[in-house]
Nanobody, 120 residues
Framework: QVRLAESGGGLVQPGGSLRLSCVGSELTFNRYTMKWYRQAPGKERELVATIATVGGRTTYGDSVKGRFAILRDNARNTVYLQMNGLKPEDTAVYYC?????????????WGQGTQVTVSS
């Protein structure tokens, strides 16, 4: 059974940093585009960052450009979200998503989410 397990969330002060991790199991990890989404209370789920299967091409939401970085380690079946310069408006539950597999792109898997709270 495919599983995506996020970790690394928590409480951080404005301006601080966190690194989220998402480990995939029971899937051919390098055939999936990996994404991070977030959802704040009362708001729609928002796409934060995307990283391609191989080659590492990345895209970011406008609200996080220049502050967040998405990386993947296919040997460890892991995708990371490095978050710097955190703001209170970054507070949300962050979800890992695997979209694939190449070339059909028919399946989406989701993690359970990890809470990030930015507050003084």
């Amino acid at each position: 059974q495919v599983r995506l397990a996020e970790s690394g969330g928590g409480l951080v002060q404005p301006g601080g940093s966190l690194r989220l991790s998402c480990v995939g199991s029971e899937l051919t990890f390098n055939r999936y585009t990996m994404k991070w989404y977030r959802q704040a209370p009362g708001k729609e789920r928002e796409l934060v960052a995307t990283i391609a299967t191989v080659g590492g091409r990345t895209t970011y939401g406008d609200s996080v450009k220049g502050r967040f970085a998405i990386l993947r380690d296919n040997a460890r079946n892991t995708v990371y979200l490095q978050m710097n310069g955190l703001k209170p408006e970054d507070t949300a539950v962050y979800y890992c998503n695997a979209h694939g597999p190449f070339p059909s792109w028919e399946i989406d898997y989701w993690g359970q989410g990890t809470q990030v709270t930015v507050s003084s």
